[in-house]
Every structure is written in C-alpha cells, then in structure tokens.
C-alpha cells in the first residue's frame, strides 16, 4: 500500500521536474553557436541602415562576435540615442525588451528558439543635417588665450594610435587636430557614461589659459544644434573637478551655453538656432573651465 502511494506521487513529481528542466533550458542565455544559427533569420528582417539591438544589453558582445563588425560599426554601437533611426531590429533573449526602443511601433515579431526577433519603427525620427563627429577633419581647431590670441592645432591624419587600458585615457585617434601637450587634441574617441556604455564623441579637453575653439565653416542648420557631453565615467564619478563650460556660436554670435558638471553623465543639450534656421552659418564651439587638470570632456552635437 505504501509503495503504491509513492508511486502515485512520482507522477506528479516527474511532471515538476520537467517543467522546471523546461524553464531552466528556456531561459538560459544562448550560447555563441546559437546566434550564429540565428544570423539568418536577423538577415531576413534587416534593411541597410537599420539599428540592431540587442535585449538585454549584456548580450551584445556575443551578438557581435556572431553576426559580424558589418552590423555593427561604431557609430550603432556607441551611438549618442536612437532619435535618428527611423528602424530598429530587436534580437531579443530571455523575455527582455529594450528600453530605448518603447514606443516605437512594432511591425513585425517573430519566435525562433531562444530568440524573439521584433522590427520597429520610429515615429518621431529625426532627420540629421550635419554631423560633427563625422566632419572633425574639415574643422578649424585653435587654442584661444584670453585676449583672443589663437595658437593653431594642426591637422594630424598619421598620428600615433594608443589605448589607456584599464582606468587610462580612451583610445586617441590616428586623425586628429593636435594641440600640444599629452592628450591635448580633437578627434573621435569613445567614452564610458555613467552607465559604463560607451560614446562616440569628439575629446576636447579646454586648455590651462583661455578656450579650446572648434569651428566649422558652412554648416547646414535646422532648428537646433543638439548634442550631448561628458567626462569618462572614471574621472567623473569621483566629483572632484571644475565644471567645464562650452558656448556654441553661429555666425559669431551665441546660440547657447553648455554646462557639464561632475555626475552629470551623458547629458544633452540643444540650442535652436532662430533666424538662421534653413541657412548654412560658420558654428564654433569654445570649451573652457576654470581649473581644467584631468577635464576630460567630450561631446557630440549635431544639426536637425
């Protein structure tokens, strides 16, 4: 009789097990093996141009490593925000969405294994004139002492490349304006914001007298010039610095002021641009701080 009991309770007992071996195997992350195998599929849903994202985060590098640097170049992957993609494809795993992506419209989604695969759309995508990042190279870059006096930062495109390591500086560009002294220059660097995501941003640290001047000529201007800056997570996080201050003028006259104070993290700004807006105008940016050791700052702006 007390056999026949325990045998009973088996039953119930199996149907646990498996159902806990199921959700243990369902939701456990894919292994790199099974995002190659889900290449395809991305493949099928991905037009030229489109934001890959992966959900959560922390699965991005095995995503890369499997579907190759083509999906992903630097600019997607330490992008400043989403606000200028028009489409997204989200490769999804163990439930997670992407926060980045609410409210966009979904307009497609798929199940394939451990894999959901969601296409959507921005509804409010920005549509982006001019990129500064991407045009550092035409740019004008002087360090102007407080009189005005400016002394030149000279266009280097063969410079030496390095990389800080662990708590060093970011990496410094073979292109680059340079500036004199270690790690005065201007030329696209990625930081870490205080989520520890990296930024693509242009490094332009103020100088010990007067302003860093960035200038470009014939810039094609919407309603703003809008942007974000920061410090690298590591020096900012400790509070202990100057604020660094950085005007944008169009035509010689101010449009706005940018003020990054440690523990602001990846901060945005936009300043519109009046009666210039439709027009193409010089726009100059001036960095400046009144203590300006270790004043790491980096920003990215744009035109819309």
């Known amino acids: 009789m007390v056999l026949r009991t325990l045998a009973w309770l088996c039953v119930p007992l199996a149907g646990l097990v498996e159902l806990g071996g ?14 190659v195998r889900a290449k395809p599929a991305v493949a099928g849903l991905r037009h030229d141009g489109d934001l890959i994202v992966i959900a959560p985060d922390w699965a991005e590098p095995n995503a890369r490593l499997a579907f190759g640097d083509a999906w992903f170049p630097l600019a997607d992957v330490a992008r400043p925000d989403e606000s200028a993609y028009s489409r997204a494809v989200e490769v999804s795993i163990v439930g ?11 307009v497609e989604q798929r199940r394939q294994g451990k ?5 959507l759309e921005n509804p409010r995508a920005a549509k982006m004139l001019f990129d500064f990042v991407n045009h550092v190279g035409e740019a004008t870059v002087a360090d102007m002492d407080p009189a005005g006096v400016a002394t030149a930062c000279h266009w280097n495109p063969k410079a030496a490349r390095s990389a800080g390591g662990l708590h060093g500086d970011p990496a410094f560009p073979s292109q680059r304006h340079d500036c004199g002294g270690s790690g005065r220059f201007v030329g696209v ?15 332009a640290m103020p100088p010990n007298r007067g302003a860093l001047s960035i200038r470009y000529s014939a810039v094609t201007l919407g309603q703003t010039v809008r ?3 920061a410090l690298p997570q590591w020096i900012e996080r400790e509070k202990r610095g100057a604020p660094v201050e950085m ?12 003020v990054h104070r440690d523990g602001d993290g990846w901060k945005g700004f936009a300043f519109p641009t009046g009666a210039l807006a439709g027009s193409t105008a010089d726009v100059e940016f001036r960095v400046t701080s009144s203590r300006p050791r270790d004043r790491q700052f980096c920003f990215q702006a744009d035109t819309r």
């Open 22 to 35: 199921h959700f243990y195997f369902s939701t456990r992350a894919p292994k790199v093996e099974d995002w």
């Open 96 to 106: 997670a969405t992407a926060p980045e992506l609410r409210g966009w419209k979904l």
């Open 115 to 119: 894999f959901t695969y969601r296409v």
């Open 189 to 203: 660097t990625v930081i870490e914001d205080e989520r520890w995501r990296g930024r693509r941003c242009l490094w």
């Open 227 to 229: 942007g974000y800056g």
């Open 247 to 258: 005007e944008v003028l169009a035509n010689g006259g101010s449009i706005g002021k940018y």
